[in-house]
């Protein structure tokens, strides 16, 4: 009987996601095809793009904490990505739409500091 493949034996396991597989909600084989795309580099490893996902979410985690929300949005992305060194150079000329700016006022901006003994003069 050729032709009929194996009979019966063990089930094959359910396909898992590479993203399920290390516990994230951000889409790991998009962020593969995107860095593949983006010619970062001329390989990219199948671990490479599930570990980005993971430092951008544990970093917008972070972000997100700090302005006392439990959700992450973009707009807790944009400090996440632009704070960090590395992603910022990797994701430099990225637009995220929702994300705003980052928090910056120049110094010359700011009233003067007085010191104590100009506020007791000023008295």
Sequence with gaps: MSGRGK????????????SSGAGLQLPGGRVHRLLRKGRSAERVGGGAPVSLAAEMLELAGHAARGNQKTRVIPRHLQPAVRSDQELNRLLGKV?????GVLPNVQ???LPE???????????
């Excluded at 009979?7 to 590479?18: I, N």
């Excluded at 637009?95 to 994300?99: L, V």
């Excluded at 500091?113 to 008295?123: G, N």
């Design 113 to 123: 500091r007085r010191t104590e003994s100009q506020k007791a003069k000023s008295k």
């Design 107 to 109: 110094a010359v901006l």
């Design 95 to 99: 637009t995220t739409a929702p994300g």
């Design 7 to 18: 009979q019966g034996g063990p089930a094959r396991a359910k396909a898992e996601s590479r």
